[in-house]
């Protein structure tokens, strides 16, 4: 049976169209209460600009073979036990008849701040990633499949993000991937090697412009961590935990 991909291009876009509206609203919202959030701060500290994704996530499940399975979003339910620390809240967890089938994080950045809050996702990323299998190795989720483990950050595409950085190591030399990449190409080399290093099933990375407020436009740099091969890889899970329900 062919997987069903949901027309996961069209609710991309929504979803794109969803995160820079989420952002404009937020910092309006702000503004007009006199909060003391300012730049690019003020549109992120809602923190719902990424909800439009979960609707992509939810379509998928059902589509798929798994109409049963309860997709949690709420602050409440999305906690996980970790092995180095006590637990850690996902943005998505899709659970069935109490077994864990996916863990999937959703995450943004947008100008001007690219240097910094790009190291500060990496080192998110692989804290998380090793918390989690760690944790799975020691049976925190009980005698489970191996999980999908998701992680997709949108990117805003802009002349800050695309240019090449330059960087300093005056002891040994960066590897050749990093010589002169720009953030955006850091972001690919980064989700590339995470699914290499099996720390993530799929890792997809999104950009969009700040105009895909209005049409959602969005693009990739890469197959292998366009969002077209995260649906295809998360819709193949779903479906192989669907097949292993019916057997």
Known sequence: ?????????????????????????????????????????ASVTAG????????LIADLVKANGLPRADIHLARRVVTLPGHFRPTKLWDVLV??????????????????SFGNNSNNRTEEALGTAIDFWTAYREHAFGEVARPFLGWL??????EASRKPV??????????PEFRGASYADRYDILCRK?????????????????????????????????????????AGHI???AARTKA
Not at 95 to 112: C, H, N, T, Y
Request: proline content about 4%; charged content about 25%; glycine content about 8%.
């Open 194 to 234: 995470l699914m290499e290093e099996r720390l993530y099933t799929s890792a997809s990375l999104l950009l969009s412009p700040r105009t895909g407020v209005r049409g959602g436009a969005w693009s990739s740099l890469s197959e292998l961590t366009s969002i077209d091969r995260f649906v295809a890889a998360f």
């Open 153 to 158: 950050i949108l990117l805003e595409d802009c």
């Open 1 to 41: 049976m062919p997987l069903d991909l949901a027309d996961y291009e069209t609710k991309t876009r929504a979803a794109v169209r969803h995160f820079w509206k989420a952002r404009a609203g937020a910092k309006a919202s702000q503004e007009l209460r006199g909060a003391k959030d300012t730049g690019e701060r």
């Open 239 to 241: 479906a192989t935990e």
């Open 48 to 55: 719902k600009n990424m909800n439009g994704f979960l609707d």
């Open 166 to 175: 330059i960087e300093k190591s005056p002891h040994f030399p960066v590897f």
């Open 95 to 112: 659970m069935l008849d109490g077994r864990l089938i996916a863990a999937i994080e959703l995450k943004s950045q947008v100008g001007p």
